[in-house]
């Protein structure tokens, strides 16, 4: 779905625009709006004088502006927004499984926030996180080593180790010198990319009865699903208006 972004400058009337995954728009000069995958829009600065939340970012640094922030280009304001929020994002996701008959899945997601992928979305998954072709989590940043890190799932517990990669792996502003448990909201740094830890919406699912149910039933636990569906998506709309 599209990001949206304002923007906002004194004396002119507010402008908004749309603009899809993989698209850029130059609403002013010295910045560039990228369609984000995840909620926001990413904002790069071309000239070195845009400032998101705050803080400066370097001439060619990208930093994913997500919904109710602010960025700002000399004395023009830019929001960021999207035309699509995790909530619904979920509630079709449910919709979906329901009608293929299957549970819902619940799991982990990092998002980037800085780097050349900024705005992308990886699931978490135990592999190595890296450069190279085949990594389980690849980050197209020439500061990032081709096996820079790895990742470990246990359940709904998310580990990481620094591969003795040539720049690092952070938590924070802390550098990883062992293994280290990650929890949601935290900032993972490789190279110029800054990734935060999202744990997806986990909807609770009846389990299937030990024995093979007959024909009506399987009908009767697909309506249940499909039932659940809808009133997970009308509140979801709720929320949304």
């Known amino acids: 779905m599209p ?10 009337p507010s402008r908004e625009f749309s603009i899809p995954p993989g698209a850029r728009e130059e609403p002013l000069p010295g910045v560039v709006l990228h ?18 939340n705050g803080r400066r ?15 700002t280009v000399g004395e023009a304001r830019i929001g960021g927004g999207w035309d699509d929020p995790g909530t619904a994002v979920e509630a079709r996701a449910i919709l979906r499984a329901a009608l293929r ?27 190595v996180l890296g450069r190279a072709f085949g990594s ?16 470990e799932v246990d359940g709904s517990c998310i580990r990481i180790a620094d591969l003795r990669s040539r720049n690092g792996c952070f938590v924070g502003e802390e550098r990883l010198s062992g293994l280290r448990e990650l929890r949601p909201g935290d900032e993972l740094r490789a190279g110029q990319t800054v990734l935060s830890l999202g744990l997806l919406a986990e909807i609770p699912v009846a389990r299937p009865p030990s024995r093979p149910p007959s024909r009506p039933a399987r009908s009767g636990a697909r309506a249940a699903l499909l039932a659940a569906a809808g009133v997970s998506i009308v509140a979801a709309l709720l929320v949304l208006g």
């Open 35 to 52: 369609g984000s995958d995840a909620a926001g829009v990413v904002v790069e600065s071309v000239a070195g004088a845009v400032r998101v």
């Open 3 to 12: 990001s949206r972004a304002t923007i906002e400058v004194s004396g002119e």
């Open 101 to 127: 008959g299957e549970a819902p899945s619940a799991g982990a997601e990092l998002v980037a926030l800085s780097g050349p992928s900024a705005g992308r979305r990886y699931p978490v998954r135990p592999g």
């Open 136 to 151: 389980t989590i690849r980050l197209d940043d020439p500061a990032v080593s081709r096996r820079h890190a790895r990742i």
């Open 57 to 71: 970012l370097r001439p060619g640094e990208r930093w994913l502006l997500r919904p109710g922030g602010e960025a």
